[in-house]
């Protein structure tokens, strides 16, 4: 049998089915049914298992054709139902005539020989010739990636993950905002910090709205670095856009870096900007003009009727109108600015349709924030509004991520630096326990996640069961492969050893499993590769569960230590610090060493004592929980210090 894509609910349907059909035709022939067209019925799987593993209303269906009780022609089509061979071994008329079905070793066994026969057991064709985009992350490209960038990032992969083993053409997506006010205010955040090099923060104070983090500051230095201080008396637009095309490449490729880490991987990275550069923006706002859908205001606006095409799939936006006592009416959106510059919904509405009429994806899944909720139905009827259809749009809504320490929030403000990062994360938490808490909330929920919880290695943490259910699982492949029993032996001899521990001398694998059943025990290949192989007649349940003993208690006198790293930077603030601080106390505390490292970046090679001092002021933090094993040494720009747990008094 070709397992291939099996189903096994798919096959007990199929073969209910093909079963209660033949029996009624056969029924028909003999003459114990009347000759009728065969009635339609159902075949499902019912809510209470009592009424068997699949039912079926062919008699009941088949009352008007027949003209005869229900029950009776229940009874005609069991009466000539052959059950041998199939999924099912037993079969039941219940209540007015209902037929139950009741699945056989036949079924369970061919849902094992799937698995065992199937690499990829699990995987479907129901999705075999559909395109799908599934669009996740997409963070604008102005800094590291926060939390809720991690969110996002599982679940999208796990998503885009199960359509493709339900046999979907899957297409992994970032696109990356490379264009508009957040890309001029991360250029702006550059060159005010490039130019705070040269003539300080007073003289060149940074606004609030700017970026304050750490990483901006480190790309200032690093374009410094390479142009000096020639661009401090250029104007700040040309100081801005180099800086922009300086840094942007570089966030990019982290952004794709720090995503591989995470284990995903996608197969189109898009730009905004390219949106721009072909005209693909320009074109859909044609089509929208030409559609209809447009209109210019009186300032040389181009506005979007989008109301008229929202309303279809829920919340529009409103504004207030002042002539009606303050109640909101729809209102239209701005796709060009009177300036002649493209609005962000201009260039998502290009955006979009690009993926399902250029790229022709039969369906786009988009993960947004919860925030973005407005949004939603403004997009889906756009695309009504571009000749498309809305519903080949769907929008996954994530709520936020608050981050627990200790039982309390971790503020997090990406605009401030002060946020958790996705790298600080994964230096943390294992990233299977990261994927798994962020996929164990609905979407739809808020999540708390807790950074003590998701490193514990005890029963009070989700992911260790599952762990250690896989765990198990490849031991007992791992044991299944390495010790034959009874019938699996198939040498053409073997040398017996009896329950007893005599010898018993040479003979066939068959001679001797009648020795082992004759003590209702079994036989065991305990020495595959003597010549001939020996095996031994002894309980095997008993067996395992001794060497899994002996397993167990040489553990426990094994204590495997690992060293773990910890990276710190010249310019860490004051709660990255401590956060790091905390994390190499609880390696230290499970017993394993702690590398400290720095990496010197640029023109940090000329303070290579700041960074000694950092180490040690870390190392002056664990004090009474570690030890200095090598203190601070350079080499090439790394910097390197090596802790020990303290001895325990």
């Not at 993950?161 to 696109?175: H, K, Q």
């Amino acid at each position: 049998m070709n397992y291939k894509y099996y189903n096994p609910r798919k096959a007990a349907l199929d073969t209910a089915r093909e079963l209660l059909t033949g029996a009624l035709n056969a029924a028909v022939v003999d003459g114990s049914l009347p000759e009728a067209p065969l009635p339609e019925f159902i075949v499902e799987i019912p809510a209470d298992v009592k009424n068997g593993d699949i039912a079926s209303n062919a008699a009941m269906a088949g009352a008007r054709a027949f003209h005869k009780a229900p029950r009776q022609i229940a009874q005609a089509i069991v009466d000539h139902l052959n059950l041998e061979g199939s999924l099912f071994d037993r079969v039941e008329i219940a209540g007015p005539g209902f037929i139950n079905l009741f699945l056989g070793a036949h079924w369970f066994t061919s849902v094992l020989q799937a698995a065992a026969t199937e690499p990829e057991y699990g995987r479907t064709d129901g999705g075999a010739g559909k395109r799908y985009n599934v669009e996740f992350v997409s963070a604008n490209p102005t800094g590291p990636m926060h939390m809720g960038n991690a969110r996002g990032g599982a679940l999208g992969d796990c998503l885009a993950a199960c359509l493709d083993w339900a046999g979907y053409d899957v297409t992994r997506e970032f696109y990356i905002n490379d264009a508009g006010n957040q890309i001029q205010k991360f250029g702006k955040s550059l060159a005010i910090r490039y130019l705070q090099l040269y003539k300080g923060e007073e003289a060149v104070p940074l606004p609030e709205e700017c970026y304050q983090g750490a990483d901006i500051i480190a790309r200032a230095k690093e374009f410094a670095e390479i142009h000096g201080d020639s661009y401090v008396d250029k104007d700040f637009e040309e100081l801005k856009d180099a800086l922009i095309a300086d840094a942007l490449p570089k966030n990019i490729a982290g952004l794709q870096r720090d995503l591989g880490k995470y284990r995903i991987t996608y197969d189109v990275w898009f730009h905004e900007s390219d949106l721009h550069k072909s005209g693909a923006v320009d074109d859909v706002i044609k089509i929208l003009m030409d559609k209809g859908a447009c209109y210019k205001a009186e300032d040389g606006a181009i506005m979007y009727r989008s109301a008229q095409y929202a309303s279809k799939y829920g919340v529009v936006n409103r504004k207030k109108d002042e002539n009606a006592d303050g109640e909101e009416e729809a209102k239209d959106e701005v796709l060009v600015r009177a300036n002649g510059i493209p609005t962000y919904f201009a260039a998502d509405i290009a955006y979009h349709y690009n993926k399902l009429a250029v790229r022709g994806f039969d369906r786009a899944i988009d993960i947004w924030g919860a925030d973005h909720h407005g949004h939603v139905a403004r997009m889906k009827g756009a695309m009504d509004a571009v000749g498309l259809d809305g519903n080949r749009l769907d929008v996954v809504l994530m709520q936020m991520v608050n981050l627990m320490r200790d039982g309390k929030p971790v503020r997090m403000s990406k605009r401030t630096g002060k946020a958790i990062t996705l790298t600080d994360l994964l230096d943390e938490v294992p990233i299977d326990s990261a994927r798994f808490f962020f996929n164990q909330r609905e979407s739809s929920s808020t999540l708390d996640f807790d950074l003590d919880l998701a490193v514990r290695n005890d029963s009070e943490n989700p992911v260790y069961y599952v762990q250690y259910a896989h765990a198990r699982i490849c031991s007992v492949l791992k044991n299944s492969k390495e010790l034959e029993i009874n019938e699996q032996i198939r040498d053409k001899e073997i040398r017996l050893i009896g329950a007893d521990g005599q010898q018993k001398g040479v003979m066939s694998p068959r001679d001797a499993l009648k020795m082992a059943q004759a003590l209702d025990l079994d036989l065991v290949k305990v020495a595959p590769q003597a010549k001939p192989p020996v095996c031994k007649i002894l309980d095997y349940g008993k067996y395992r569960f001794e060497m899994q003993k002996k397993e167990k208690e040489a553990k426990k006198n094994q204590k495997v230590i690992e060293l773990k790293e910890i990276r710190l930077s010249l310019n860490i603030d004051t709660n990255d610090f401590n956060t790091k601080v905390n994390q190499a106390a609880k390696f230290l505390q499970q017993g394993h060493k702690v590398k400290v490292s720095i990496r010197f970046r640029g023109r940090e090679m000329a303070h290579t004592s700041l960074g000694i001092d950092v180490e040690q002021r870390f190392a002056q933090a664990l004090e009474g929980k570690a030890v200095v094993d090598k203190q601070p040494k350079l080499e090439g720009r790394s910097m390197m210090m090596f802790l020990s747990p303290s001895p325990t008094k």
